[in-house]
């Protein structure tokens, strides 16, 4: 073999590359003359300037967004709900009045939910009632309707099993205040148990035949629980 250097020569100025072009793949000749060949064989190796595609990083992946809460949710109708209410009207399936809201938190209170705080008593709310209604000895009288004895028995179903008199205060005390207002009893509801809430108390186990001696016990919690009322 023949070793041979060539010196590649041209009439004609090179052209210059700009600057903004993506580097490109160059050749470099080496080495030897083939038999019954002038020209070397071209060995092509990769520019080391050539620039790789970078690898995203982790902090290029999207964060996971927290999905907005459903209209069951408890997280979304938190803070709806206004359960102590003047009165407490009946209600039929259908009604679109501020108490719907008050009987929607309280059939959440009861665990017959999820139900969204809306104000409308429709389906989903009317499914929960059913629940509550299923629980009876008896077929419900009206089905779907909500009366005193109803309200009387939701709002209790919160109320714990210890005695309740004079001087007893906190949320129990509110809860049976509420309760007996719903049951037709008219005092003030401040988680205060005083002389007020003993005469509806009085009154109650009155109108049930229990005694009165103004002391919320074990037969009276019962009775409430059972959605009696006052008449």
Same mark, same amino acid.
């Given at each position: 073999?023949?070793?041979?250097?060539?010196?590649?020569?041209?009439?004609?100025?090179?052209?210059?590359? #700009?600057?903004?072009?993506?580097?490109?793949?160059?050749?470099?000749?080496?080495?030897?003359?083939?038999? @019954? #060949?002038?020209?070397?064989?071209?060995?092509?190796?990769?520019?080391?300037?050539?620039?790789?595609?970078?690898?995203?990083?982790?902090?290029?992946?999207? #964060?996971?967004? &927290?999905?907005?809460?459903?209209?069951?949710?408890?997280? #979304?109708?938190?803070?709806?709900?206004?359960?102590?209410?003047?009165?407490?009207?009946?209600?039929?399936?259908?009604?679109?009045?501020?108490?719907?809201?008050?009987?929607?938190?309280?059939?959440?209170?009861?665990?017959?939910?999820?139900?969204?705080?809306? @104000?409308?008593?429709?389906?989903? &709310?009317?499914?929960?009632?059913?629940?509550?209604?299923?629980?009876?000895? @008896?077929?419900?009288?009206?089905?779907?309707?909500?009366?005193?004895?109803?309200?009387?028995?939701?709002?209790?179903?919160?109320?714990?099993?210890?005695?309740?008199?004079?001087?007893?205060?906190?949320?129990?005390?509110?809860?049976?205040?509420?309760?007996?207002?719903?049951?037709?009893?008219?005092?003030?509801?401040?988680?205060?148990?005083?002389?007020?809430?003993?005469?509806?108390?009085?009154?109650?186990?009155?109108?049930?035949?229990?005694?009165?001696?103004?002391?919320?016990?074990?037969?009276?919690?019962?009775?409430?629980?059972?959605?009696?009322?006052?008449?």
């Amino acid at each position: 073999m023949i070793g041979l250097t060539l010196t590649a020569c041209s009439g004609t100025t090179p052209q210059t590359t #700009s600057a903004v072009e993506s580097p490109t793949v160059t050749a470099t000749a080496t080495g030897t003359v083939e038999p @019954g #060949s002038t020209e070397p064989v071209p060995t092509v190796t990769a520019d080391p300037l050539t620039p790789t595609k970078p690898t995203p990083s982790a902090s290029a992946t999207p #964060s996971a967004t &927290t999905p907005a809460p459903t209209p069951t949710d408890p997280g #979304s109708v938190a803070g709806a709900c206004e359960r102590t209410l003047p009165a407490y009207p009946v209600l039929e399936p259908g009604a679109k009045v501020p108490a719907v809201r008050a009987l929607q938190c309280f059939l959440n209170d009861a665990d017959y939910g999820p139900i969204a705080v809306d @104000g409308v008593y429709g389906a989903q &709310t009317r499914a929960a009632v059913t629940k509550v209604e299923s629980t009876f000895e @008896g077929p419900a009288p009206k089905p779907g309707r909500i009366d005193a004895g109803m309200w009387v028995l939701l709002i209790s179903r919160s109320l714990g099993d210890g005695t309740l008199k004079v001087g007893s205060k906190g949320a129990d005390v509110v809860t049976l205040q509420r309760a007996l207002r719903a049951a037709g009893g008219t005092l003030t509801v401040d988680g205060d148990f005083g002389a007020a809430t003993k005469k509806v108390v009085k009154r109650f186990q009155q109108a049930n035949r229990i005694g009165d001696d103004g002391v919320v016990g074990d037969e009276t919690l019962f009775l409430l629980k059972m959605g009696a009322t006052i008449g």
